[in-house]
């Protein structure tokens, strides 16, 4: 039963990870043209490339949320059997240890750009700039981290 109950909380998670993913991968795409991203530019953006900016954001921080809240302790309760709660740093700790995700450490930058952005856009430009164009230069590295930890699950949850 509470194999079952694992696989449907393992499945809803990945699936709202894709949607967020898709939508990212599609603003990663509309807004590369744009980037990188001078704080001038960052200032007379068209509105239409400021919305997608901020729905690039949004999303971005949409699925690290629902892949820290929900697909990291599904993947770590399929690892381990065990599904009591357990603090996210030890979740991820145990992830990296069994190369689920590559890096801990990677992780925290993003959640450190992260918290950056909601702190310092639009209100530090220059601030702003920068951290907009690392996240930017390191999307691929994230959607990298999402594929691996999708990829573990989808070869251990059939």
């Known amino acids: 039963m509470k194999q079952d109950l694992l696989k449907v909380k393992l499945q809803s998670a990945l699936k709202e990870c894709d949607s967020h993913l898709a939508r990212l991968d599609r603003g990663y795409g509309l807004l590369g043209a744009f980037f990188p ?3 001038s530019a960052l200032t007379n953006l068209e509105e239409i ?3 997608q900016l901020d729905q690039f954001l949004f999303r971005f921080a949409k699925l690290q949320d629902a892949m820290g809240a929900r697909l990291f302790p599904a993947v770590d309760w399929l690892i381990s059997g065990k599904t009591e709660s357990r603090p996210f ?4 700790t145990s992830l990296e240890k069994y190369h689920v995700v590559g890096s801990a450490a990677a992780w925290q930058e993003f959640r450190e750009l ?4 909601s702190h ?3 209100d530090n430009v220059e601030e702003s700039a920068v951290t907009l164009n690392m996240l930017f230069d ?6 990298g981290i999402y594929s691996q930890i999708r990829d573990f699950a989808a070869s251990r949850s059939s």
């Open 37 to 39: 991203l001078s704080p």
């Open 49 to 51: 490339r400021v919305e």
């Open 89 to 92: 740093i030890d979740i991820l």
């Open 114 to 117: 992260r918290n950056n952005l």
């Open 120 to 122: 310092e856009y639009p």
């Open 138 to 143: 390191r999307w691929p590295s994230f959607r």
